[in-house]
């Protein structure tokens, strides 16, 4: 089954490559879809979150976050060097800003996989990043990948099922909306829009 897309608009052929945000609720796939993007196109620069989050069974530091202590995070907030940042299930997640400028200014495609409201933030500080909604095929299927993960207790997976509803509501205020019902065909699509051959 294709992936379906809504509101697509090619950029025009001359224009640099913009910051492409990926954001929908947790448990959607945002992180499959993005490791078989980039084990397909390498070259899309995809940024690494700091977090206060402790590492998940085979997460590195430097690869899938920056793990920082609170009081690391406070300082970053405090020194303007985090283009987004929100908290989330109890922990606080950030983009670094100036490893995202630079890849800009080096005319790479720069991709962040962020949730809503670090989507916002973007959309205020760069206006012409591109926002990509990815929805579920369902709600039923969204529950069922949130629940089989196994890896969080139910009172956190309550939190997450809670902020989807918020989050699945908020599609309008994205450019484009991919639905995953194929990680390959959304990645593809995705590659698309961020004009990557």
Not at 13 to 41: C, F, I, N, Q, Y
Not at 57 to 77: A, C, T
Not at 140 to 162: P, Q, Y
Not at 163 to 170: G, R, S, V
């Amino acid at each position: 089954m294709a992936a379906t897309s809504r509101g697509t608009t090619p950029a025009p052929p001359d224009a640099r490559p913009r910051l492409t945000v990926l954001s929908g609720p947790s448990g959607v796939g945002k992180s499959t879809v993005v490791a078989h993007m980039r084990k397909v196109h390498p070259e899309v620069w995809l940024s690494v979150s700091a977090t206060t989050r402790k590492p998940r069974p085979g997460e590195r530091h430097g690869v899938q976050y920056f793990f920082v202590s609170d009081e690391e995070f406070d300082k970053l907030v405090a020194n303007g060097e985090l283009l987004e940042w929100a908290e989330f299930a109890g922990n606080r997640y950030g983009t670094p800003r100036a490893a995202v400028s630079e890849r800009l200014e080096a005319g790479e495609p720069v991709l962040l996989e962020i949730d809503l409201q670090g989507a916002r933030q973007v959309k205020e500080s760069l206006a012409d990043s591109q926002l990509v909604f990815l929805a579920p095929p369902s709600w039923d299927e969204l529950v069922r990948r949130l629940t089989g993960r196994g890896t969080e207790s139910s009172e956190v997976i309550e939190r997450r099922l809670a902020a989807a509803k918020i989050e699945l509501a908020a599609e309008a205020e994205f450019d484009t909306t991919l639905v995953n019902t194929s990680v390959e065909d959304v990645a593809r699509e995705l590659l698309a829009l961020m004009e990557v051959v």
